[in-house]
């Protein structure tokens, strides 16, 4: 099976889908493990104060504490599920617009009688598919980077937008396939 520029783009869609969603993932895992930590060493400064503070103010202050974490930690969560919508939503977007200007590139080629787009377009998928190469070490090189402030092996949560695109990519093989074989008949003619 060869690749065709359309899938190989839709792969890079993809691939820089996953890369950003694991930038996320570093970035909310990154700000969850600093707010634990500045929540551990103010408990601790609070209790080695010991004595010296009332019961009530430890009290106080580590409620205040848990209170401010928490509006940190709501606030990051917010922001990331925000970017990860916004994510999904570019990813969808960018493989239904792939979609479109692969059947306009049909249609031009079937009413012009050119195939210039297809010539091009086969010529540009050999690099398209090195920098599909490229983008799934940034990926990698990403998850690698979620892994290590996780602590553990982290899977960007990009389900969705795969779906996306895979979705519109099925569902614009056949009219693509059927808008080549008609410029090959034109063309053959």
Request: no cysteine; hydrophobic share 45%; charged share 20%.
């Amino acid at each position: 099976m060869s690749t065709t520029l359309t899938s190989a783009t839709n792969e890079l869609i993809a691939s820089y889908g996953n890369t950003a969603k694991n930038v996320i993932n570093a970035y909310r895992l990154g700000n969850e493990r600093a707010a634990g930590y500045v929540e551990k060493t103010w408990s601790a400064a609070v209790q080695k104060a010991g004595k010296r503070i009332s019961s009530e103010v430890r009290t106080n202050a580590l409620s205040a504490q848990k209170k401010i974490t928490g509006y940190y930690v709501q606030g990051v969560t917010l922001t990331t599920d925000t970017a990860d919508t916004a994510v999904n939503k570019a990813v969808e977007l960018a493989g239904k617009g792939l979609e479109q200007a692969a059947v306009n590139a049909t249609r031009f080629e079937q009413s012009t009688g050119l195939n210039t787009l297809s010539t091009v377009a086969n010529a540009a998928v050999p690099a398209v598919v090195a920098v599909n190469k490229v983008a799934a070490k940034l990926e990698a090189k990403s998850g690698d980077l979620v892994a290590r402030i996780a602590g553990s092996k982290v899977k960007a949560k990009l389900a969705g937008a795969k779906r996306a695109v895979k979705k519109t990519a099925r569902k614009a093989a056949p009219r693509v396939r059927k808008a080549a074989a008609a410029v090959e008949a034109t063309v053959a003619v």
